[in-house]
């Protein structure tokens, strides 16, 4: 239970390094599991439960700092985060350097030691701890089906890491229910669980297949657009 999750991303991080590209991977999946997992153990430290589930967030809090490394070493060159350029608001988990991501947890981890030491006491605040940190991870697979959509291929996104998803949601899903888990636990891991069947079925569907055409994200589109307009040089998209 403590391993096994961590451990998914093995094989989709050897891809990455393999191939030389990130292409196909969200990197907003390890935005998800990085906050989710901090605050996870913060909520731990509010409502003790299984030890086994603590070391699995604290294993996954350093599984997923190396992806995000592995995925920001070999992001495609036509991303407008490779040089700089983003159209989110404060260009949130788009940010060209990877010491820019560690500052973020870092202050993330301040502010809720904060929080757990004026709050911690208080049961409202305890269990609104716990369903935020859940509900984040079990939102887990929709930014990798959103991408799957977009590109209408699974090309980039590995077959084990779709298994691991599949066969350890549903593993802890029971196991949280057998173990009388927090109701967090147990709502949320549902919830996750219907969304790796909907990725299923999308593999079904589109196939993992190379797209068609290379395609980029809106917010890549628009910020491409206003560097042209800038006269800065933009990356050319390769085509197959």
Not at 2 to 19: E, F, H, N, T
Not at 67 to 95: E, K, M, V
Not at 132 to 148: D, F, K, M, R, Y
Request: overall charge negative; proline content about 6%; glycine content about 8%.
């Amino acid at each position: 239970m403590a391993v096994g999750p961590p451990l998914v991303y093995a094989d989709q991080a050897a891809s990455i390094v393999r191939k030389k590209d990130s292409t196909g991977f969200s990197r907003d999946v390890c935005a998800i599991l990085l906050i989710a997992n901090v605050m996870r153990c913060f909520f731990w430290i509010g409502n003790r439960f299984e030890t086994a589930l603590l070391v699995q967030s604290l294993l996954m809090i350093a599984a997923q700092l190396g992806l995000l490394y592995i995925c920001i070493h070999y992001r495609p060159a036509n991303r407008p985060d490779s040089y700089g350029g983003s159209t989110r608001p404060f260009s949130f988990w788009q940010w060209p350097l990877y010491r820019t991501y560690l500052e973020f947890l870092a202050a993330l981890c301040l502010v809720l030691t904060i929080l757990v030491l004026i709050l911690g006491q208080m049961n409202w605040f305890v269990n609104t701890l716990g369903f935020v940190a859940l509900g984040l991870e079990s939102t887990l697979p929709i930014p990798q089906l959103i991408s799957n959509y977009k590109q209408k291929s699974l090309y980039g996104f590995r077959a084990s890491t779709l298994i691991g998803w599949i066969g350890g949601d549903g593993f802890k899903t029971g196991y949280f229910f057998w173990q009388g888990s927090p109701i967090q636990f147990q709502a949320c891991a549902i919830f996750q669980l219907s969304i790796d069947v909907a990725i299923v079925v999308q593999r079904l569907v589109y196939g993992s297949a190379p797209p068609a055409f290379a395609l980029t994200d809106d917010d890549d589109i628009e910020e491409a657009l206003r560097l042209a307009e800038e006269g800065e040089d933009i990356p050319e998209t390769p085509r197959p």
